[in-house]
């Protein structure tokens, strides 16, 4: 019955209602049996008793006449009692009585002082210093309370009534706040039921602070797995892409030789040069989503030794410079000669940089430049890859990275600049660094793109092991 989350907070908070509500009937009981009514109307016949007495003070002080003394005993159902100064009983009224000691004061202030005579009986008593210095007690036996009696008369009814209306209101408080405990988490539930279909939207985040970080978490991972969904259809839908146009050549030029259409030696010939360099091409591409998915999985090796930069950057240049002679574009070194030793691994670095300067190349225009700088600053060493070509799109820099994506797809000789995995395996051989990869541009001015890799080899050493 009690099994959902709504209904175990609801029972919560009826009974803590209903606890707080018995300690309150409790304490209320405990301070009419210490102090009841029939209690106050006692005291306050000792009150009056002793203060006619006190009228009279010539009768107390002398003793030799008690005839009053005794008179206000007996009218007013009390025991006048007066101690001298040592503390013994110099009259009594009711001498057949069991003695009564001489009061002490407690040290907490009470409603009712109460003293024990002899035999253990109870007496209520007001006292009075006199100028003689002794004290004047006035005493009546401490009633006899039923402790039924008093809830009846006194407690039964404004605690039920009192109770019934509070637990009432409680219940239905109860049920609210269950409610916007319990209501969010149920939409959490619908949309965790109904994920991963397309239709499922974000829950709005509501009720207590904790549902609410639940909430936004919940939001953040389906936001994740949606996008990760995505990523995969893409990925899926951009293989079949790029293996659709090297296996339809294979497949047609193979066909022409097996049915006698390519029948010349020329034409074997070109049908044999299609069918290798399409193959390489496949062979390739299948080597750079390995080599991706090994640095997404952490399982790539990576070495971790001294690099000089600048001669990296060096070889680097001097690899593509017959490319950009051919290009007609400048490709210069701009980098301190003194720089500090990076630690890493060198060549996974050089293939980071191999892939930047070889973008630059092919989209930077005859009568163009592409810079290489590098220079250390606040314990991490920045290399920059800056172009003067045509730009990236703004809506397109926030994909440079995705696998397969090409911002102009429809570029001339597309089919000979790859995939468009050559920028999110760099982007993976930098974070594998401990690093970071950026990317600013300016359409019609040109494209920079940023390495930022950490000085410290404990930086690098310890993300390399935690992605292994």
Known sequence: MFSSLRSRLWLSYALIIAAALSVVAVVLLLYLIRNPGIYRQT???????????????AEVLNLKNT?????????????????????????????????????????????????????????????????????????APRPRVSILNIFTDELLMPILGGGAISLLLSLVLAFVIAGGVADPLQEVIVAARDFPSDGVKPVEPRGPHEVQELTRAFNGMMKRVQSSQRSQRDFVANVSH????????????????????????????????????????????????????????GTAVMQRVPLDLRALLNVTVEKFTPQANRASVTLRVDAPPDLPTLIGDGDRLAQVLTNLVDNALKFTPPGGEVTLRAGAARGEMRIEVEDTGKG??????????????????????????????????????????????????????????????????EAATTLIRRKK
Do not use: C
Not at 109 to 129: C, I
């Open 67 to 139: 005839t009053a003394l005794e008179r206000a005993a007996e009218n007013f159902n009390v025991r006048i009692l007066v101690f001298g100064k040592d503390e013994s009983v110099r009259y009594d009224s009711a001498p057949t009585e069991a003695a009564l000691p001489f009061p002490r004061k407690t040290l907490l202030p009470r409603d009712s002082e109460a003293v024990r005579d002899a035999t253990g009986k109870f007496w209520l008593y007001a006292m009075n210093p006199l100028p003689n210095g002794d004290t004047l007690v006035v005493a």
């Open 242 to 297: 790029e293996l659709k146009t090297p296996l339809t050549s294979i497949q047609g030029f193979a066909q022409a030789i097996l049915d006698g259409t390519a029948d010349t030696p020329k034409a074997r010939q070109q049908a044999a040069e299609v069918i290798y360099t399409e193959s390489g091409r496949m062979h390739r591409m299948v080597l750079d989503l390995l080599d991706l998915a090994r640095l997404e999985a």
């Open 392 to 457: 990236i799109p703004p809506d397109a820099l926030e994909r440079v990275f995705d696998r397969f994506y090409q911002a102009d797809p429809s570029r001339p000789g597309g089919e000979k600049h790859g995939a468009g995995l050559g920028l999110s395996i760099a982007h993976e051989i930098v974070q594998t660094h401990g690093g970071r990869i950026g990317v600013r541009s300016e359409v019609g001015r040109g494209t920079t793109f940023t390495v930022t890799l950490p000085l410290s080899s």
């Open 43 to 57: 005291l306050d016949r000792l009150k009056t008793a002793e203060g006619l007495v006190l009228s009279r003070p």
